[in-house]
């Protein structure tokens, strides 16, 4: 039963609501406020068949059959630019969070994943401190970095400040026990070479193996300086990052831990009834000399050596979350040489999922055997707008929906004598294709005091220049408005799976439903 002074859920696919009024001084009222299936809502009270809510930092009325008391396993696919993060909330109230994308430094669009987390804190979930409820702190549960890569790390250096000032905590850190290191290059030969990742030993390639890993802050504060014959150190933004989480490890955060293929499940994210567990493929861990270790993927030039991209992206942590029958597999960033490394080690029918993280933001550096493996009914592509990349990739796309899952609707489509089954599946999602802007010419600038610029003071500035040198006129700019970030909502029950993308022109959202 739905009561007051606790959370329920929304019960409906998609409605828009008027709001009563705003949750925050710092807040504008909306017009209307759209909620979602399993969207959570603090209920401020009940009169006859409708209850006031707070919801998305607003105050709603909407009938009680609108609402449920069984929460929904949520994963937020958010639009990181060029980077990847993903935001898991399970039943049972936990949060996971699977990358941070970049910092601010190297957003491309204004917003990093950091921000949303932040919205889900302070906005959406006003109630937490409008109402006392939820707790002083929020807790992610566990926060993963796949690897190494600033694109998908860098976010998490932003939120380091909410961990000092108190209002976040993290209780697990769980990273693939990869490191960047300081050291000049040396070229792999002989069983022997140096790089970024530190050494790398074994025979032949591809037989050699990153043989220094981070089991937990112990090692990040030991790799932190020189120690005896080692003169190589941790460096750059990744080890400063880890140093901090380690100058907090027993207050705003739990410890750090390596996690691989051998430790079967999350810690802490074991099955259990009634909620969602979180299954570790990747990466996987082999021995060198009876040591840990991780097969080096890159070739054994200097450069490869300095940079070794493939093995970084290669070993990311590889998840798979399960719910009852939905599986939702997240892949960092896995290449083709990765994937062939994971379907030597894994059986492949445990990539088997009905919605995945597209590897490495669409490249097509992917193997059309592990997409077969995955098999999707939908997949969602995390990639940026204005990059290098040409993410996501066209090859990538007709492959992911040459092997995708095939699902069919009930019923078939009949005219003038065509009849043919009605596909629900495969869906393939994008960040960058789910958002727009609205573009629009100047017609005036006006200052602070509502004054109107006059046009002559405006192209008198000299930075209001055009690209070829001539003085730049209102007709020469576009102004942004009605930005529409590109978030991938997936919500289920455990049986029916929901993907939702904000409608570009209105409070409301476009559904697929797909069945596992």
Excluded at 173 to 194: C, I
Excluded at 491 to 510: P, W
Aim: proline share 4%; net charge positive; glycine share 10%.
């Amino acid at each position: 039963m739905v009561r007051a002074g606790q959370l329920a859920y929304f019960a409906k696919d998609t409605k828009a609501y008027k709001p009563l009024r705003a949750a925050h001084t710092f807040t504008a009222k909306k017009e209307r406020v759209a909620l979602l299936w399993g969207d959570s809502v603090y209920v401020i009270g009940i009169e006859g068949d409708f209850a006031t809510v707070s919801a998305k930092g607003h105050h709603l009325r909407l009938p009680l059959a609108d609402l449920m008391e069984t929460p929904l396993l949520s994963v937020y696919q958010i639009d990181a630019g060029q980077g990847d993060s993903a935001l898991v909330h399970f039943p049972d109230g936990r949060w996971m969070m699977v990358d941070g994308g970049p910092a601010h430094d190297l957003s491309n669009t204004g917003r990093i994943a950091a921000d949303f987390l932040y919205w889900k804190m302070f906005v959406d979930q006003s109630w937490r401190k409008e109402f006392g409820f939820g707790g002083r702190r929020f807790t992610v549960d566990a926060l993963v970095c796949t690897h190494p890569d600033y694109d998908h790390y860098g976010g998490f250096i932003d939120m380091t400040d909410k961990l000092r000032t108190g209002v976040l905590e993290y209780r697990a850190v769980f990273h693939s026990g990869l490191g960047r290191f300081t050291g000049a290059a040396q070229a792999y030969r002989n069983g022997m070479g140096f790089g970024q990742l530190g050494p790398v030993r074994g025979r032949v390639l591809p037989d050699a193996y990153v043989t220094t890993l981070i089991d937990g802050f112990d090692d990040v504060r030991r790799y932190a300086g020189e120690r005896g014959s080692r003169r190589w150190t941790l460096s750059g933004n990744y080890g400063q990052w880890l140093l901090d989480l380690a100058q907090l490890e027993g207050g705003a955060v739990g410890g750090l831990q390596r996690v691989h293929r051998g430790i079967v499940h999350l810690p802490g994210f074991a099955p259990a009834p009634g909620t969602a567990s979180v299954a570790v493929l990747g990466p996987v861990e082999e021995r060198w000399r009876r040591r840990p270790a991780l097969r080096y993927l890159d070739t054994g030039g200097a450069g490869a050596m300095a940079s070794p991209s493939l093995t970084r992206n290669g070993h990311s942590v590889v998840l798979r979350v399960d719910y009852d029958r939905v599986r939702i597999l997240l892949t960092g960033d896995l290449n083709f040489r990765s994937q062939a490394l994971l379907l030597h080690h894994v059986p492949a029918v445990e990539f088997s999922c009905h919605v995945a993280k597209a590897c490495h933001h669409g490249s097509e550096d992917v193997s059309w055997t592990f997409i077969q493996a995955m098999s999707p009914l939908a997949t969602l592509v995390s990639s940026g707008d204005n990059e290098s990349y040409s993410h996501p990739r066209a090859r990538m796309l007709g492959l992911t929906g040459a092997f995708g899952r095939l699902q069919t609707r009930r019923g078939k489509a009949r005219f003038l004598g065509l009849e043919e089954e009605r596909y629900e599946a495969p869906l393939i999602y994008s960040t960058e294709l789910s958002r727009s802007i609205e573009l629009f010419e100047c017609a005036a600038v006006f200052d602070d005091g509502d004054n109107r610029i006059p046009k002559a003071t405006l192209e008198a500035v000299p930075r209001s220049r055009r690209a070829d040198g001539r003085r730049a006129g209102y007709k020469d700019w576009l102004l942004g408005d009605r930005m529409v970030y590109g978030l991938i909502n997936v919500r289920t029950d455990g049986r029916r799976i929901l993907l939702a993308v904000l409608k570009e022109s209105e409070a409301s959202f476009q559904i697929e439903e797909l069945r596992a």
